[in-house]
């Protein structure tokens, strides 16, 4: 099956900082999602992004399907960005019935 | 609107008991997915339902677990005879329909088997 890895495993970064988040997928994708999961245990949707870049506030994604990685980038991070970030990707193509996920990106931000 | 709920929030069980987990979907979404968090991991599947029936049950790891989602809203997942190694976060997603393609999660039900 597909296998998604995800990069660094853990992060820690002083308030204010910029980050990079990577997800790099072993076969073609149709889609991919990125979620925070909060130190609470909810995961959050943040982007829905097979290709292209979207940007939400201090939060952007960029997906190159072609080359099979996405990026997260948070800038200006704050206290409330701490948490797990996972990107999950269609477990067989063109079908959607289930998502695998990596093992996601620890993020701690220090005030 | 509302989100995924799930009740209950945490359950503490004894080894060998039987436990039912609940999941509430957005109402309207027709796809509704059952997921484990392991500590540590990203979630796994377990399975998925397009309406009232099991779409895909590949993922549930032997016949101790079974899921039901009877009228196509509501599911239970069902746990027999539980072990101290099914200890984990168990967590709902639903999805508008077959066109949609973003899965929306709940708040996981943390299972303890003591």
């Known amino acids: 099956g597909i296998q998604v890895e995800q990069s660094p495993p853990d992060l820690i970064l002083q308030e204010g900082a910029n980050s990079t988040l990577r997800c790099n997928f072993s076969?073609?994708?149709?889609?991919l999602q990125w979620f925070h999961q909060n130190p609470w245990g909810q995961l959050i949707n943040l982007f829905y992004?097979?290709?292209g870049t979207k940007q939400n506030g201090r939060l952007s994604a960029t997906t190159v399907a072609t080359e099979r990685y996405s990026l997260l980038y948070i800038s200006s991070s704050q206290t409330t960005d701490s948490g797990v970030y996972f990107c999950a990707v269609p477990g067989l193509m063109n079908r959607d019935d289930k998502i695998i996920f990596g093992k996601g990106t620890r993020l701690h931000i220090l005030p | 609107g509302a989100g995924v709920s799930q009740t209950p929030s945490n359950k503490v069980t004894e080894k060998g008991k039987y436990v039912e987990l609940r999941c509430d979907p957005i109402?309207?979404?027709?796809?509704l997915y059952w997921y484990r968090q392991s500590l540590g991991q990203g979630p796994e599947f377990l399975i998925y339902f397009q309406g009232t029936g099991a779409a895909d049950d590949s993922g549930l790891p032997n016949d101790r677990f079974f899921a039901v989602r009877p009228e196509g809203s509501v599911s239970t997942l069902k746990i027999q005879r539980t072990e101290r190694g099914d200890s984990a976060v168990y967590l709902c997603a639903s999805r508008p329909g077959p066109t949609s393609t973003e899965q929306y999660f709940g708040p996981g039900t943390r299972l303890t088997v003591t």
């Open positions: 992004i097979p290709s």
């Open positions: 076969d073609s994708v149709n889609n």
């Open positions: 109402s309207g979404h027709t796809a």
